[in-house]
């Protein structure tokens, strides 16, 4: 397996989460985007746990990119 994340998608996730506690896929294997599903295992990838404290509006990550963790800064428009 490569060492670099499987870009999902050229563009963010947008969805409105409750809080919560969530487990970020990094590897891009899940089928269960954004969101980890165990695939990863094996590969030397983690998921990224991230805790919301309020319900709000999360652009998650799509491309795997990210300089900003979980969450979308763009990076994805350089692809």
Known sequence: MSDLPKCVQKAPFVQDVAAGRYAFC????????????GA??????????VELTEAKKVAWCGCKKSGNGAFCDGSHSKL
């Open 26 to 37: 990094t590897c891009g294997l899940s089928d269960k985007q954004p969101f980890c599903n």
């Open 40 to 49: 990863h295992r094996g590969s030397g990838f983690s998921p990224k746990i």
